[in-house]
């Protein structure tokens, strides 16, 4: 069994993300950007004052799909010049972007790093040329960031490891000592530990008191799909195909679970997953994906930027918790995810996350709802 991984969070006080949000500029609108390019108009007409980089287009589509546009809106609509870079998954790029960044002007940098290490650097010297950071979804460990904007990430995990539970209760395999492996993301990303801590937090007393089998676990490098497929495919070889249960840390990872199991001519297990992308909704509305946490990107956007702006302005920021980086108590504002299914997915319409067009197309029309 691997290590638990320790609880960074302390004195976390979770409050309902509407009222934090009472005050945040929103806006809504996108940005016909290239990926690593700039996003403003007036970032190009002169310094910049805030910058935000993004680490990839891999492990997630949220970052260009949700993120660039609800950040691009919320500045804009603020007036403040931004420029928002995506490092494309290489550690050396978003360093050259963020120094990019302060040569440019930036006052405020929301940092979601590729790993801490690089995230450490950039916010080091961010510090040194008299610029604040904030952590944006990851936290930087040992950083010097200001603030921390993010969900709550172990109460993510926790909703995965309970979506691997309720699944299983629904194949009527609860009771027959399951064996369940976990997927996890990257071993870089202090999100992935955090998710992992979560759903160990379910999973773990089920496997110590004999309810559940613990299968393989194992995690996926910069939460790279096509490394989770052959991981998993050797999860498969490894139990000669007995896997029952699967806790996913994401819908890439999902994925890349379902297209095993159809490889190997499996039926559909329970697969948990996260970020409600338009494929992962589509697998659970075909049965082969349980569950996936829904993180309201436009909600974490908006705050992410009122945090930036009320730095840049010199006025009070309001949070509602500490999380530890490993030096200190970080001062963070944690929402709250939600649990997606069969059930309620018609959430992410009505909240705008996603488009029915979106999801209810092709083979995967006849499964939505009228």
């Keep these: 069994m691997r290590k638990r991984f320790g609880r960074p969070i302390t004195g976390v006080l979770v409050v309902a993300a509407a009222a934090l949000l009472a005050t945040v500029a929103a806006g809504c609108g996108g940005s016909s950007s290239s990926s690593s390019g700039t996003t403003s108009a007036t970032a190009a007409a002169g310094k910049i004052r805030v910058c935000v980089l993004l680490p990839d287009t891999t492990s997630s589509v949220r970052y260009e799909l949700f993120d660039r546009p609800y950040l691009t809106a919320a500045f804009n609509a603020a007036g403040i010049s931004n420029d928002i870079l995506n490092a494309q998954g290489d550690q050396n790029t978003q360093k050259s972007q963020a120094d990019q960044c302060l040569t440019n002007g930036a006052k405020v940098i929301l940092v979601d790093a590729l790993n801490s290490g690089v995230g450490a650097a950039i916010e080091t010297e961010a510090a040194n040329m008299g610029a604040k950071t904030i952590d944006y979804d990851r936290l930087v460990l ?15 995990g926790k909703l995965q490891g309970q979506g691997v539970v309720a699944g299983l209760k629904a194949d009527g395999k609860y009771s027959k000592k399951p064996v369940v492996a976990e997927l996890n993301g990257s071993p870089t990303d202090n999100n992935a530990k955090l998710f992992k801590q979560g759903y160990d937090s379910i999973l773990d007393p089920l496997y110590a008191n004999g309810t ?21 495919e050797q999860m498969l070889a490894s139990t000669n195909n007995k896997i029952d249960a699967v806790a996913a840390a994401n819908d890439g990872l999902a994925g890349a679970v379902v297209s095993a199991l159809k490889n190997h001519g499996l039926k559909p297990i329970p697969v948990s997953g996260q970020d409600a992308t338009p494929q992962g909704v589509q697998n659970i509305l075909s049965g082969w994906q349980t569950m996936t946490v829904y993180k309201a990107v436009k909600t974490e956007a908006d705050t992410a930027a009122k945090v930036a702006i009320d730095v840049l302005k010199g006025q009070k920021v309001s949070t509602n918790g500490m999380t530890n980086n490993g030096n200190r108590n970080v001062p963070s504002v944690l929402l709250t995810p939600v649990s997606i299914t069969k059930k309620n997915y018609t959430l992410l319409f009505a909240d705008d996350f996603l488009k029915k067009s979106q999801v209810c197309i092709g083979q995967y029309k006849k499964y939505c709802s009228p």
């Design 142 to 156: 040992h950083g010097k960031s200001s603030y921390y904007v993010s969900f709550n990430n172990v109460s993510v």
């Design 212 to 232: 559940f089998v613990k299968g393989p676990d194992q995690s996926v490098p910069d939460w790279n799909n096509q490394k989770a497929l052959t991981i998993f």
